[in-house]
T-cell receptor, first 115, second 111 residues
């Protein structure tokens, strides 16, 4: 089955220690997204890629960076995690064609704990 | 600014007790309203897209409807396996390809 896979499912890091979360997809979608979801809150868009074009949300902290080396993979780097960055990080993909964007297809997320 | 508000925050039903979840939205140029289901510890799973007022879509015990200001997710004769958080999201013309989510309604269906 075509899918979006996030690794690891659970990640524990120390305050200030850089961490990288990964996402891969077999859907061959040209758009990839990173959302942050804190407990009982709405998922919040951090940034997205349209092919290799990076689009940052205005309120995404500089502490968050992303890389998309190819169509299948996307990484979220948190340079200096703070306690407030503990959350579920969701990767999603979509296909953009002349008809518009397909519904987002999500991975199962990475739960980040900062100690 | 595009905005989505869902109510209630939590809903407890007995098995077979039908009810509705509400999603109120403000958006400039609605391109689509989306419903997702999210189980604990998992990513959201796509349910429906609605594009224009008056549109309705159904899937098993779920039916989604859309007006110019809100959407409803009607759950008919729910079963315990329908327990989940239901998220509503909108895509507007000023944020093409980006979904703005509500905080969700957590539904618990007791046998």
């Amino acid at each position: 089955d075509a899918m979006v896979i996030q690794n690891p499912r659970y990640q524990v890091t120390q305050f200030g220690k850089p961490v990288t979360l990964s996402c891969s997809q077999t859907l061959n979608h040209n758009v990839m997204y990173w959302y942050q979801q804190k407990s009982s809150q709405a998922p919040k868009l951090l940034f997205h890629y349209y092919d290799k074009d990076f689009n940052n949300e205005a309120d995404t902290p500089d502490n968050f960076q992303s890389r998309r080396p190819n169509t299948s993979f996307c990484f979220l780097d948190i340079r200096s995690p703070g306690l407030g960055d503990a959350a579920m990080y969701l990767c999603a993909t979509s296909s953009f064609t002349t008809g518009g964007y397909s519904p987002l297809h999500f991975g199962n997320g990475t739960r980040l704990t900062v100690t | 600014e595009d905005q989505v508000t869902q109510s209630p925050e939590a809903l407890r039903l007995q098995e077979g007790e039908s009810s509705s979840l509400n999603c109120s939205y403000t958006v400039s140029g609605l391109r689509g309203l989306f419903w997702y289901r999210q189980d604990p510890g998992k990513g959201p799973e796509f349910l429906f897209t609605l594009y224009s007022a008056g549109e309705e879509k159904e899937k098993e015990r779920l039916k989604a409807t859309l007006t110019k200001k809100e959407s409803f997710l009607h759950i008919t004769a729910p079963k315990p396996e329908d327990s989940a958080t239901y998220l509503c999201a909108v895509e507007g013309s000023s944020n093409t390809g980006k979904l703005i989510f509500g905080q969700g309604t957590t539904l618990q269906v007791k046998p």
